[in-house]
């Protein structure tokens, strides 16, 4: 019989289904090497299998409901975080209009005072939703449509990660759960929190990034995974700190299942394949680390330079919020805030699908033939059973040996943990090795598909499966849209600080704030129709006039101004609090020094030779920034720079970057030499 015939008959559809080679994609010489090629060989390997694969257009069509509510006019207001998502937002533009293009200090913060929140929180979901705003959309629909790109995406890249362990089928019912547990629903349309539905989108990724570096170590498995934690850190700074422990638990877990029991007894030898195995998950944790550098090092460094118990103290405080048991399965549904008890307002239940295909995944997990991936579902399995337990109140003893336990704030924050990993072991239900998900998987690896994917144990049709997660989700896609109330909006500078007044949120003070505000002499001006041009607190200035200030030039991270006395040991204070980062610079007045400004010459033309760096120094009770001036006519500038550990964490970042494109380059040359 000629090889023809008894060829495999997969291997011509897997073969049609291939993204194309190199010598197909440019007719130069393969031996040479073109950056444009380069670019359109690496977008064709990720986007021409998606484009081939119906399911992955079938969970993006199925996944289209759950961004129903974002379409109609209007918005959830009264959603927890849902102010927070849109001032956050606002805040972050206007330092962007200032041409600070990347943001640390929030000017409009307590009461106009300002705090450095975009230092320690993470900006991804900010520059996403910018990029909308900057394209034309207003504030407020520019957050809905980041909100409707997050649950969608989110589904897209957990049927990725699936497909690449089980099949596309089995990567169809895990997206379909995953953006339909009842979690991420509450995420998106009760809590309103931006970054955490962000998130959803990279733990996927982060997941796939790591199993791929740990079973078939390569170097673009480990560029992509590096970004895909990079691009975590970047959006939920909690989100990264919740999973960071959890990817370490799981890389050792199949690390330490792939070493044979002979080789425990060659205690060198062991330690020596057990190392090397360890180099590539370790090099995607320092390589993610490092291109979030720019973000985590400041924010962990200086997180000790702001009021945290403001964060961790009061309703925020760790130890009342846990879920009862019963809770995790209760259909309730609701809008209100999380209260001590097990009468929250709000759901917190699993939801039926999952928590049935959980159960059932019990049953096929320990019969799929795929070592590796088997492993990785006990260990999903065991994860959602064990963060399951750390809500529930019982847990309260192992909380206190948790690092974590006060920032995680609320022990039903957990559950953003549960939702990926009970989605996975769900997508099991309907694993097949029939050789209809294996072209999908050749498409992504060179080894043998039947190494990856398990022997066929479907206990229900998917179709009937894709309609019960809808189904048993369905009550629950509903937003309270409504217009907003005085203290809320619209979105403007005075709305912000009644919002802040009514809510005592976004009222974040540094760790030299001894008092915190109630409201403001800068948000009365607002109020009363006026706009904040300066923050110079005037009221403490000399009666006698013996001091004149005069502010030039203001935005959110700098003022300049004129200045001017002839006495001795004068000061000029700010309505800022300080934090690092302040500096102030005393500038030589080049005009006529008759204490007043010569319009004719004009206030910038005077500006002369830097004379002198003040130390400034703080007022006791609220903080805020004091700068002695000299004697004599000169001008004053504050500005808001990065220290030290600021620029260490660019430069970290900018490297890392450097490295990762040296590195992509890298690889398609030596792809380029093999053709």
């Known amino acids: 019989m000629s090889n023809k015939a008894t060829a495999d008959p997969f291997d011509r559809l ?59 006019p209007g918005y959830f207001w009264g959603a927890h975080d ?28 307590a009461f106009g005072h300002g705090y450095p929140f975009f230092n320690i929180y993470g900006p991804l979901s900010s520059y996403l939703g910018e990029i909308f705003h900057l394209a034309g959309l207003d504030i407020v629909n520019s957050v809905k449509v980041v ?12 049927f990725l990660f699936v497909r690449r362990l089980l099949g596309s089928a089995p990567g169809l019912i895990a997206a379909l759960t995953y953006v339909y547990i009842p979690y991420h629903l509450f995420d998106l349309y009760v809590r309103a929190a931006l970054a955490e539905s962000v998130g959803f989108v990279f733990v996927p990724l982060v997941l796939w990034g790591f199993y791929e570096a740990v079973t078939r170590p390569r170097l673009t498995a480990v560029l992509w995974a590096a970004m895909a934690y990079a691009g975590l850190m970047f959006t939920s700074n909690l989100l990264a700190l919740l999973f960071t422990p959890i990817l370490g638990l799981y890389v050792a877990f199949i690390l330490l299942g792939n070493q044979r029991i002979s080789e425990w007894r060659m205690a060198n030898l062991h330690a020596l394949r057990l190392l090397a195995a360890s180099l590539p998950p370790a090099l995607v944790l320092l390589l993610g680390l490092g291109l979030s550098a ?17 964060w961790v103290g009061g309703r925020f405080a760790f130890g009342d919020d846990f879920v009862d048991f019963f809770q995790l399965f209760s259909p309730r549904w609701g809008f209100g805030a999380s209260i001590p008890g097990p009468d929250d307002e709000a759901g917190f239940q699993i939801g039926l699908a999952a928590t049935v295909l959980f159960i059932l995944s019990f049953l096929i997990v320990p019969k799929l033939t795929a070592l590796q991936v088997r492993r990785s579902l006990y260990f999903f399995q065991f994860m959602t059973l064990l963060v ?25 924050r957990l559950l953003v943990v549960v939702a990926p990993f009970i989605s996975v072991a769900a997508g099991a239900i309907v694993a097949k090795n029939n050789g209809q998900w294996s072209t999908v998987n050749n498409q992504l690896s060179t080894s043998d598909s039947c190494l990856l994917l398990p022997t066929s144990y479907s206990l229900l049709p998917t179709p009937l499966l894709c309609a019960l997660i809808l189904l048993s989700s369905y009550p629950y896609l509903q937003a309270q849209v409504r217009d907003p109330a005085p203290t809320e909006g619209p979105v403007s500078q005075a709305a912000l600080f009644r919002f802040q007044q009514s809510s005592d949120e976004m009222t974040g003070q540094t760790a030299w704030v001894q008092r915190i505000p109630a409201w403001s002499a800068l948000a009365e001006q607002v109020e009363r129709g006026g706009e904040i041009t300066s923050k110079v607190n005037y009221t403490v200035l000399p009666a006698d006039d013996s001091v004149g200030v005069y502010s030039m030039t203001m935005d959110s991270v700098h003022e300049l101004l004129w200045v001017g006395t002839q006495k001795e040991k004068q000061t000029v204070t700010f309505l800022i609090p300080y934090y690092p980062g302040w500096q102030a610079y005393i500038y030589e007045d080049l005009g006529p020094h008759d204490g007043n400004l010569d319009e004719e010459v004009g206030p910038v033309t005077r500006v002369g030779p ?32 990065d220290t030290p550990i600021r620029v260490i964490g660019r430069w970290i970042s900018f490297v890392s970057v450097l490295g990762v494109v040296g590195l992509f380059v890298f690889d398609r040359l030596v792809i380029t030499r093999k053709h």
């Open 14 to 72: 897997r073969a049609s289904r291939r993204p194309p080679t190199a010598e197909q994609l440019s007719p130069r010489p393969a031996s040479t090497f073109y950056p444009l090629s380069s670019i359109h060989y690496l977008l064709s390997t990720i986007f021409y299998p998606l484009s081939s694969d119906s399911y992955l257009w079938l969970t993006l069509l199925l996944s289209l409901p759950v961004i129903g509510p974002l379409l109609q």
């Open 82 to 109: 849902a102010r927070h998502s849109v001032y956050f937002l606002y805040q972050f533009d206007k330092a962007i209009q200032d041409g600070v293009w990347y943001p640390r200090w929030a000017p409009d913060f």
């Open 147 to 158: 909100f409707g790109l997050s649950a969608l995406l989110s589904g897209l890249t957990m």
């Open 294 to 310: 720019v973000f985590w090092l400041p924010a962990f460094l200086e997180y000790r330079y702001v009021r945290v118990d403001q």
């Open 388 to 412: 399951l337990f750390l809500t529930i109140p019982v847990s309260y003893p192992v909380w206190k040996f948790l690092p974590l336990s006060t920032f995680a704030q609320f022990p039903w």
């Open 610 to 641: 830097l004379v002198d760096r003040p130390s400034i120094r703080t007022t006791p009770i609220e903080g805020w920034m004091v700068v002695p001036i000299p004697k004599g006519s000169h001008f004053l500038e504050i500005r808001f720079e």
